[in-house]
């Protein structure tokens, strides 16, 4: 009986570190050929079980079943493209905790896979609405991370699909940081919103009563 999704759905659920390891191949396979997988989205709720399933691997405190579960929605967000979009509300948050993992290709993948999101699944401006609030999250690594993720949205996509005003008030919240990271990632981020946007946000900032010289 070749796998199918019944199988991953209740594979998926496994805690047993090894098992997870097998199956989370095996799921990356099965999605990767779409005449294999033809059942992939004929049971809505099983999909949702599964994406459900696979956001708690990317929640595991061992790192390589985190890396497996970002590789596996990753899969599922190539497979899905537009229709993944509902679940970005599901994924997104353990995805910006990520971002603040202690392990640098955890946090890198995490932030791959965001930007990925914004390839295939919905556009830019959709998904900073929901990842602002990283900019306030208890972890600095995870803060510094969504510093990081604006920089590399703006290199990617420019300034156009962003509501830069609706960003920018958080960078200069980051500037006061108790985290010297946190501060120069901000720093980072809007010199490159000036390179897109140019004197507009010289403006913005005074405005803000953020001091000349800075």
Partial sequence: EPAGMDYFCDQVQQKDVGRRMQVGQELLEYLSDPARSPDVEQDQQRLDKVIDELTGWVNSSNFKVALLGLDVLGAFVDR???????????????????????????????????????????????????????????????????????????????????????????????????????????????VEVYRHVGEKVRIDLAKRGIPPGR
Wanted: aromatic share 8%.
């Fill in 80 to 190: 899905l493209s537009g229709r993944f979009k509902s679940y970005i509300g599901t994924v997104l948050l353990p995805l910006i905790d990520r971002m603040g993992d202690a392990k640098d290709q955890v946090r890198e993948q995490a932030q791959n896979l965001i930007l990925k999101l914004m390839d295939e699944a919905a556009p830019p401006m959709y998904l900073w609405e929901r990842l602002a609030v990283g900019f306030k999250h208890k972890n600095y690594r995870s803060r510094e991370g969504v510093c990081l993720c604006l920089t590399a949205t703006l290199n990617i996509y420019g300034a156009q699909p962003l509501i830069l005003s609706k960003l920018v008030p958080h960078l200069c919240t980051a500037f006061g940081d108790s985290n010297s990271q946190v501060r120069d990632a901000a720093i980072v981020a809007i």
